[in-house]
């Protein structure tokens, strides 16, 4: 593996390389000129290298000629400052990676003089050309993953091919398993170093079958949110074992006598938790013993075949065993795995039907088999179509038949035709019921409402958030806000009811009872402090006049941004309220500072940390704790803070740090493992995601997912110094609403 810029870029870091001149006739001239600057750079990054120079005062600088190796080029690479001779590179996806060369001019006492080739640039890849995991396959015992197994944790490790950009980390992008992804946060399945170690985890949720891992490389030009080095089927995991449970449902059969009419019979396929590669099934035994009873190798069915000639009244309890490629034994023998009972007669299903029903949007329900079904004679209930829709969302007791739908379902407005059949045991005694489930228009059901915001965004760009900025007091009490987005009906308009939490600095807004206006009284001014970020959580409840059962509630933050100078300086985004699921992350746009040049304003989180729960639970159903990482009695954030300090080994204790939403850790820029498990974080690095806030994939989880507001202080620098954001300027620009049920 070749990676030149390992060793030589991090690219705030590098040491600067002074870049000579042809000198020739201008050493006469008592004049020299030279560039310092990182000059090995990839795309999506910039970087200005500064002309230093001795005798003489130059000006009129330009760009005369640049090349790629021998040739030519002209592109959007390389530009010049014409008064100080600042060149600025900035790489692009397109750029080809490759040695470039840079000729510059200037005037000196009026004369121009030619610098041929006075800077040199290589670009690399922002991402190797080819990444390779070894071994790429795995083979593992399903009993070696278990959380009490003694085995040692099974490895494999990334390399990459191709000059390229230094990798910064590695994070787990995705985990698949027949095809469906998996939630690796949830319940850690795999994971990966800072340099590039893949562990398979100790985990009891791991299933038989193929696991299949994306991986997503991060570099100094793509950060963790984009889709360039993003590797999928970088390994294979299959996960073997012996059989170790199955069973047939269900579980028992009835088969007639021959009486002078030929009769027979066949069981249920049996489930096998077990790998599938060569399955043996096999009879074990039988009580009382049947030699007319056959049983497929393959599949597992049992069977009796026309011309048995066995007698009513006796019962064959029947023991089952099955072997496959892993078993080292005689296999798995379950005893009494199936029971067969010889009757006389099996009568047939003389009715089976449901009466079709209907329900409104979003409520719940259950129907059971109507009351000319002949219940007697059904021994078995299942979907005709187990892979139809409705049978993802409806559920099906296999013994009585009654089917059911919680509150709150996505069942969408129309007519869906249900199928199930019923079996009485024997073959061919099957009957299917087909019934129609109409799920009709809910006036009172909604999803969302906002009040917009004075920004001048579009309710897309808020992502349906309210949110208001105020640069004083005076602003700040003469705010209104009415209801401008919203999907409730005009039936639900009528007799919504609204109702206020305040979270933070908002203690005087008042929320209107009927109208869900809301209002700042003439004191609200006082709360305006550019410190702190207001927020409130409006609650929208509608329930039908007729049917206590019909109603819904829906609950979004209101935030109001303090925007006034601070040290001269204003900062802010647009929209300042981030949405993103904290199961696969977000970004903000870019934070706007004006007071400031771009290149000497840093921004970090710092202190003032707090949480807003909305709809986030524990895996009990327990609401998430508000409050500070610090908040006696704990909170959701000192689990926050616990996870980082789980995942790092740093911050131990200090609920009070900064460290797990920070950029910087003291004077030095996180990366890697560490920058991965910060939650919230500013990116200052040079380009075009500078100074953006990042919500990383996967950190806001405990016990269940965030769903709720996140604020906190930031402080910023002016001079460029990272040492001195720490004591810079204090504002609270924007609110992260973890929400996780949002889909961009």
């Known amino acids: 593996m070749r990676h030149r810029l390992s060793i030589i870029l991090c690219l705030i870091a590098s040491a600067a390389a002074l870049i000579g001149c042809r000198q020739e006739s201008l050493e006469k001239e008592g004049f020299q000129l030279y560039y310092s600057g990182v000059t090995n750079i990839g795309p999506n990054l910039t970087v200005n290298l500064t002309a230093h ?32 001779g600042t060149v600025t590179v900035s790489g692009v996806p397109e750029t080809q990676a490759g040695d470039y060369t840079v000729s510059v001019s200037c005037k000196v006492s009026g004369t121009v003089h030619n610098y041929p080739d006075i800077i040199g640039v290589t670009f690399f890849k922002g991402v190797p050309e080819e990444i390779k995991v070894s071994p790429d396959t795995l083979i593992l015992d399903l009993s070696s993953l278990k959380k009490d197994s003694q085995a040692n944790d099974t490895t494999a490790t990334i390399t990459t091919d191709g000059d390229h950009i230094a990798v910064t980390g590695y994070r787990i992008a995705n985990v698949r398993f027949a095809d469906e992804v998996i939630d690796n946060i949830a319940s850690p399945h795999f994971k990966v170093s800072e340099d590039g170690i893949i562990t398979v985890l100790k985990n009891d949720s791991f299933k038989i ?25 970088a390994l294979t995991v299959k996960v073997v074992s012996v059989p170790v449970a199955f069973s047939y449902s269900p579980d028992s059969g009835l088969l007639e006598e021959e009486d002078g009419v030929a009769t027979s019979f066949t069981s249920a396929v049996p489930v096998m938790n077990g790998s599938p590669e060569d399955v043996q099934w096999s009879i074990a035994g039988c009580t009382p013993a049947n030699d007319k009873l056959l049983i497929d190798p393959q599949t597992g069915v049992l069977s009796i075949k026309e011309g048995h000639g066995l007698k009513k009244d006796v019962t064959y309890v029947v023991d089952v065993n099955v072997r496959n490629k892993y078993s080292t034994d005689d296999g798995l023998t379950i005893k009494g795995a199936y029971t067969i009972e010889v009757v006389g007669y099996i009568a047939p299903i003389e009715h089976f039907g449901y009466t079709g029903i209907s329900i409104k949007q979003g409520l719940g329900c259950s129907v059971n088999p109507d009351a000319e079904t002949d219940r007697e004679h059904i021994r078995h209930y299942e979907w005709t179509d187990a892979e139809a829709s409705y049978a993802k969302v409806l559920v099906l007791d296999s013994k009585t038949g009654e089917i059911s739908v919680a509150k709150g379902n996505d069942l969408p407005v129309g007519n869906h035709e249900i199928s199930v059949t019923a079996a009485n045991g024997k073959t061919g005694g099957e009957v299917v019921a087909i019934f129609t489930l109409e799920v009709t228009e809910n006036p009172y059901y909604f999803t969302h409402f906002s009040y917009g915001n ?33 999907d409730m009906s005009e039936e639900a308009k009528a007799i919504a009811t609204w109702s206020m939490e305040n979270g933070n600095k908002l203690n005087n807004l008042s929320v209107d009872a009927a109208t869900g206006a809301i209002s700042f009284p003439a004191e609200t001014g006082s709360s305006f402090t550019n410190e702190a970020m207001g927020i409130a959580l409006i609650t929208a409840s509608v329930t039908d006049p007729e049917d206590s059962e019909n109603t819904f509630s829906v609950t979004v933050p209101f935030c109001v941004d303090f925007a006034g100078k601070v040290n001269g300086v204003t900062v802010t985004f647009d929209p300042f309220v981030l949405r993103a699921n904290p199961k696969t992350g ?159």
Request: charged letters at 25%.
């Open 454 to 486: 004075n920004l001048g965004l579009s309710e897309e760009q808020t992502d349906g958030v309210s949110q208001f900025r105020v640069k004083s007091g005076e602003e700040l009490k003469d705010l209104t806000a009415d209801i401008q987005f919203s």
């Open 586 to 744: 977000g970004r903000s746009s870019s934070a706007m500072h004006e007071g400031v040049a771009d290149d000497k304003f840093l921004i970090d989180f710092r202190r003032s940390f707090n949480y807003y729960n909305i709809h986030g639970t524990d895996s009990e159903g327990n609401a998430f704790e508000n409050g500070a990482p610090n908040k006696e009695g704990g909170s959701f954030l000192k689990n926050i803070w616990d996870k980082f300090t789980e995942d790092t080994g740093l911050n131990k204790g200090n609920y009070g740090a900064k460290l797990p939403v920070s950029y910087y850790n003291g004077s030095i820029v996180k990366s890697g493992e560490i920058l991965s498990a910060t939650g919230i974080y500013v990116d200052n690095t040079a380009g075009t995601n500078q100074h953006t806030v990042v919500v990383n994939p996967g950190v806001w989880y405990t016990d269940g997912w965030a769903d709720g507001i996140f604020t906190g202080q930031m402080t910023f620098a002016t001079d460029g110094a990272i040492g001195s954001v720490n004591n810079g300027g204090k504002r609270a620009p924007i609110a992260i609403w973890l929400d996780k049920d949002f889909e961009e």
């Open 53 to 84: 120079h001795f005798g003489g005062e130059p000006e009129e600088f330009a760009i005369t000629e640049v090349k790629f190796g021998s040739d030519a080029y002209e592109g959007p690479e390389f530009t010049i400052n014409p008064e100080n």
């Open 209 to 233: 079958g193929t696991y299949s891992v994306d991986l997503k490389l991060n570099t100094s030009s793509f950060g963790s949110e984009s889709e360039v080095g993003l590797f999928t089927d």
